[in-house]
């Protein structure tokens, strides 16, 4: 499960350095940033809430 989850992290990285550097030459460097960054946050986030299981908890651990 590991290796194949460094499988996916490292092809996500290089797609998205390669997407990035293409976005940058047609836009500026700012509004590949502003762009890119949020919309990282949500999809991050939707996988978090969505694929890893669990429960959310208010609760402390100690």
């Known amino acids: ?11 996500s990285w290089g797609v998205a350095d390669f997407v990035g550097g293409l976005a940058a030459r047609r836009a500026g460097t700012a ?3 502003a762009v890119s960054y949020p919309a990282g946050a ?3 986030t939707i996988f ?7 429960e959310l908890s208010t609760e402390l651990i100690g």
């Not at 499960?1 to 092809?11: D, F, G, K, N």
């Not at 978090?48 to 669990?54: Q, S």
């Open 1 to 11: 499960m590991a290796a194949l989850l460094a499988l996916i992290s490292s092809l």
């Open 48 to 54: 978090a809430l969505t694929i890893i299981p669990g």
């Open 31 to 33: 509004q590949v940033l």
């Open 42 to 44: 949500v999809v991050i």
